[in-house]
Structure formats: C-alpha cells, structure tokens
C-alpha cells in the first residue's frame, strides 16, 4: 500500500521546468508578457490517494477486531470510513505545495492570472515572461 502511495505521488510535478513525457517534442503554442503581481499561494494536496489508502487499512484493521461474521463486516465499514477521512488528511498535507500566482499582462492587453508550483525561477514585477501552453495547461518561464 505504501509503495502505492509513493509511486502515485511520483511525476506529478507542477513546476514549469518539468515537463511530462508526453508533452516531449510535441508543438506547444507560446504567447508573451510582463508580470505585473505575484503572490505566494498553498496548492493544495491530493486527497484521493490518501483516502483510498486510509479506506483499504482500515477495512482489514476492522475486519480483524472481531471473531464474529456479522460484527467483523460492520467493524470493516466502519473502519475504511475513518480510514478514510485519517488518510485524506494525511494524503492532503503530505502532498501539498509551495506555489505562486501571476498575474500577467499579455501582449494583447488583456491579463491572465496562472498559478505553479515554485521552482528553481523567481518573478517579479515587470519581468517579461513567455507562457507556454498545450492540452489546457500553461507554463511560465522567465523570457530573457
């Protein structure tokens, strides 16, 4: 279950230096602008896993607390429920990330607000920036 856990976290990367494997050598449309805000912000963690997980534990602990059929399968819902909750919790807070919001002046004018995932590039006010996008999401990089 843990290795289920670890693995499902792996890649999920909201960086916009990392690029998922299947958006290697495909056409990306590019526009460009200035940044004109930025804000830190708290993206929130992947509730699913952790919830999935806690549900699975929790079943087998209640399946377990018990010799009698009927108690023992009351005793396994009741568990995978507050395993349930435990682990979307504990999957949200172990998963959460650093971001940053910014909020971008394109060349036509109009803005565009873009939230990621802190990275190895810092922003400021004024900074010209491209923003890449492909299958509804964007990246910002610094355009130097």
Do not use: H, W
Not at 19 to 27: E, G
Not at 56 to 76: F, H, L, M, Q, R
């Amino acid at each position: 279950m843990l290795t289920f856990i670890i693995s499902s976290c792996v890649n999920n990367s909201l960086q916009p230096d990392v690029v998922s494997r299947s958006d290697a050598q495909k056409q990306q449309y590019v526009i460009f602008g200035t940044i004109r805000d930025v804000s830190r912000v708290t993206i929130e963690g992947d509730r699913e896993v952790g919830a999935a997980a806690g549900a699975a534990i929790g079943a087998v602990v209640g399946k377990n607390t018990t010799d009698s059929e009927p108690e023992s399968d009351i005793a396994a819902v009741v568990g995978s429920l507050v395993g349930s909750a435990i682990g979307s919790g504990i999957g949200s807070a172990a998963t959460k990330k650093d971001g940053v919001e910014l909020l971008i002046e394109i060349e036509s004018g109009s803005f565009i607000s873009i939230i990621q995932e802190v990275s190895n590039f810092s922003y400021i006010t004024g900074q010209k920036v491209r923003i890449i996008k492909r299958n509804g999401k964007s990246r910002v990089i610094p355009f130097e």
